[in-house]
């Protein structure tokens, strides 16, 4: 009987353990931790000197970030290539928009990191945070 009783014990106890987040993912992600490379954001301040400044200065970031903020840097991203260029939209490529959305978060005053942002890994775990 101890032995049937340990062994459910043990199988509860392993499904339990399966079914808490890890540590890691856990913790959640936000512009603040770093989430583009700064050479990500120099080849997006090129691309933002042609398709974007003529709309779209520094400070106009700044006044509407408070809109995106708890959102996801995917939404971001999504939005910027459903919509712009405004004559245009989904011109650009993905690279492209990616580096963009990083030189936004640089003149946000958001640190750049190791790792490159990637538009088909993690944007939906990194959370939009005001500057």
């Not at 890691?24 to 512009?31: D, F, I, K």
């Not at 963009?100 to 190791?114: E, K, N, R, W």
């Amino acid at each position: 009987m101890k032995t049937i009783l340990n062994s459910i014990l043990c199988t509860l106890g392993l499904a339990l353990v399966t079914t808490l987040p890890s540590t890691a993912a856990a913790q959640e992600l936000t512009l603040e931790d770093g989430v583009y490379t700064e050479a990500q954001a120099e080849s997006g301040e090129q691309v933002y000197q042609e398709f974007c400044l003529g709309c779209h200065n520094e400070r106009f970031y700044r006044q509407a970030w408070s809109k995106w903020e708890d959102r996801t840097v995917e939404q971001f991203w999504f939005y910027i290539v459903g919509e712009m260029p405004q004559d245009n939209p989904g011109f650009l490529s993905d690279q492209e928009y990616t580096d963009v959305t990083a030189f936004i978060f640089s003149i946000l005053g958001f640190p750049a990191g190791d790792t490159a942002l990637d538009p088909y890994d993690g944007m939906d775990q990194i959370k939009i945070v005001l500057p």
